[in-house]
């Protein structure tokens, strides 16, 4: 089994935040992540490329969706999350049309959040540690998102919410 693309696209200001749990995802077994900070100004052209071979799909929230083509969805290697806050999330993806044009794939039966800095979120809202989990998940790679969720865990521990 090849191994998963994650693709973090993430805001400028999550980079620094103890808080920030895409860092779990850099060094999971399982997992290929690449990390790309957002611009509104200047898409990163690694991106860019990536979603011109149509390969990419992003992680969108699942009441959200729609229609997906099941067959385009099963060419992508390569998965998106977008890493900042609900809010920030919201404008990167609204600011970024390139992002509009891509294949949607929802995350389908996940378990209620339990970072503990959830505040002013969205219902069903997970952190990006969290979707990565759910993704390796529904993909069947059970070994590495157990990893993840232990490391996920330990992290959660030690936060003061």
Avoid at 52 to 59: C, F, N, P, R, T
Avoid at 92 to 114: D, G, M
């Amino acid at each position: 089994m090849d191994t998963l693309h994650i693709l973090l696209l993430t805001h400028a200001r999550e980079v620094t935040k103890a808080t920030n749990t895409g860092r779990l995802l850099e060094s999971s077994k399982g997992l290929k992540v690449s990390r790309i900070i957002w611009s509104r100004t200047q898409p990163d052209e690694v991106l860019l490329n990536l979603i011109e071979k149509g390969s990419v799909a992003l992680l969108y929230p699942e009441s959200e969706v729609g229609m997906v083509d099941t067959q385009q969805i099963n060419r992508c290697d390569t998965f998106i999350i977008i890493d900042a806050t609900w809010q920030e999330a919201r404008k990167i993806y609204n600011r970024s049309p390139y992002l509009h044009r891509l294949p949607r794939f929802a995350l389908v039966n996940v378990q209620p959040s339990e970072f503990r800095l959830r505040r002013n979120q969205v219902a069903g809202g997970l952190c990006t540690a969290e979707c990565a989990i759910a993704l390796l998940r529904q993909n069947k790679r059970l070994g590495a998102a157990d990893e993840l969720q232990q490391r996920f865990v330990d992290f959660n521990k030690g936060l003061k919410g």
